[in-house]
Nanobody, 114 residues
Framework: QVQVVESGGGLVQPGGSLRLSCAAS????????MGWYRQAPGKQREVVATITSGSRTNYADSVKGRFTISRDNAKNAVYLQMNSLKPEDTAVYYC????????WGQGTQVAVSS
């Protein structure tokens, strides 16, 4: 049984920063790709950023230069540093961890508003 838990969401003003964290626990043999996705109201879930086991990263065009994804293999954790936040970044953010099968976190709300 593997559990994935996210934290770090909240309300922030435009231009502000937030750091999301996600950690997997349980029986884990190997973690492959890890990623962050988001879903805004009335929209489909979309990829925000991914990071491979070799730490190669990929970002959605809308967040390039503002968001940074990183991972800590010793902690089975992945992070998303979000800077220069915009109202259009408002969404529920989900962590995805590929262990040979994919496990999702429960989601954490990010709201960007003045």
């Amino acid at each position: 049984q593997v559990q994935v838990v996210e934290s770090g969401g909240g309300l922030v003003q435009p231009g502000g920063s937030l750091r999301l964290s996600c950690a997997a626990s349980g029986t884990i043999f190997r973690i492959y790709e890890m990623g962050w996705y988001r879903q805004a109201p009335g929209k489909q879930r979309e990829v925000v950023a991914t990071i491979t086991s070799g730490s190669r990263t990929n970002y959605a065009d809308s967040v390039k230069g503002r968001f940074t994804i990183s991972r800590d293999n010793a902690k089975n954790a992945v992070y998303l540093q979000m800077n220069s936040l915009k109202p259009e970044d408002t969404a529920v953010y989900y962590c995805s961890i590929n262990l040979g099968f994919v496990r999702w976190g429960q989601g954490t709300q990010v709201a960007v508003s003045s």
